[in-house]
C-alpha cells in the first residue's frame, strides 16, 4: 500500500466504532486529508493526544480506497493545550479550522498558501501576543483574499478611486466612494476602516492599539464579509467571545514578523 508522509495541522476529529477517530488535516503538500486514526481513543494510544485540533504534525499516511490510515506521527507545534485553555482563543480557533476546511473544500489538492496561514495564525493564536479576536478578523481577511475575495479598504472597490471613502458594502467588495455607494452600504467609523487595513496587511501596531468600539465594528463587517462570500453561515463564529482591550498605559508592542 503506497505510504506518504507531509507536515499538517488538525482540522477536526469524528469518533469512528469503539476505539478510532476520522481525523481531517490540512496538509502542507496534499491539501485536505482525511484518514482513520486507529485506535486512537484507547488510554494507551500511542499518538492520540497528538490528533487533536490545533496540532501541527508531522504525519505518515498509508492510503486507502475511501479514507487513508494514520501510521505515525510526530508533533511539530503543540498549540493545542494552551489555545483550549482560554475560551476567547479557543473559540477564536475553532472558526479559523472552520473557515480553513471550507475554503478548501477538495481533498488530496494542494492549498499551501492556505496551509501557512492557518499555521501562522493558530501560532499567533497560541502565543496570546494578540488579542484573539484580532487575530481571528486578520486570518479571515487574508483567507478569503488568498481564496480570490480580497476586500480594499481604500480605494473604490467598484471604481478604484482613491481614498479614504466612508461607506462599506460587503457584496461589492469593500469600501465604496459616495458615487458607487450601493443600497445597504454602512458607514463605519474612520477607526474602523484603518482597523481593518492593518488586520489585512499584518499590522500589528496600528490592530493592537485600536479600540474595543472600532474592533467590534470591524469584526461585525468581517463576519458579513466572511459568510458572504463562502456562501454559508460559519457557525463557530456566534461562539467567539469578544473582550474590550484594557486600557494601555504603555505604548503596544511592535508588530511580529
Known amino acids: 500500500m503506497p505510504q506518504y508522509r507531509d507536515d499538517a495541522i488538525v482540522l477536526r476529529t469524528q469518533k469512528l466504532g469503539e476505539a478510532d477517530r476520522i481525523v481531517t488535516f490540512l496538509t502542507r503538500e496534499h491539501g485536505k486529508v482525511r484518514a482513520v486514526g486507529k485506535g486512537v481513543r484507547r488510554t494507551s494510544s500511542r499518538f492520540g493526544a497528538r490528533l487533536e485540533p490545533f496540532m501541527m504534525v508531522d504525519v505518515q499516511f498509508h492510503e486507502g480506497r475511501s479514507l487513508d490510515v494514520v501510521t505515525q506521527v510526530e508533533t511539530v507545534g503543540p ?101 458607487c455607494r450601493p443600497p445597504g452600504s454602512t458607514s463605519p467609523a474612520p477607526e474602523t476602516f484603518g482597523l481593518l487595513a492593518a488586520l489585512i496587511e499584518g499590522d500589528w501596531h496600528t490592530a493592537d492599539a485600536s479600540v474595543g468600539q472600532h474592533r467590534r465594528e470591524a469584526s461585525g463587517l468581517v463576519a458579513a464579509y466572511s459568510q458572504f462570500y463562502l456562501e454559508r453561515t460559519l457557525r463557530s463564529l456566534r461562539m467567539v467571545e469578544r473582550v474590550d482591550p484594557p486600557v494601555r498605559t504603555t505604548p503596544p508592542g511592535e508588530a511580529l514578523a
Not at 102 to 131: C, I, M, N, Y
Open 79 to 179: 498549540y493545542a493545550r494552551r489555545i483550549v485553555e482560554d475560551y476567547g482563543m479557543y473559540t477564536a480557533g475553532v472558526a479559523m479550522l472552520e473557515t480553513a476546511e471550507r475554503l478548501v473544500a477538495a481533498e488530496k489538492e494542494p492549498a499551501v498558501q492556505q496551509f501557512w496561514l492557518l499555521v501562522g495564525g493558530v501560532r499567533s493564536l497560541a502565543t496570546g501576543e494578540h488579542d484573539a479576536g484580532l487575530v481571528l478578523d486578520s486570518y479571515l481577511l487574508r483567507a478569503l483574499s488568498i481564496a480570490g475575495w480580497a476586500p480594499t479598504f481604500t480605494e473604490c472597490a467598484r471604481c478604484g478611486e482613491p481614498g479614504p471613502h466612508r461607506a462599506f458594502s460587503v457584496a461589492t467588495g469593500g469600501a465604496v466612494c459616495g458615487a
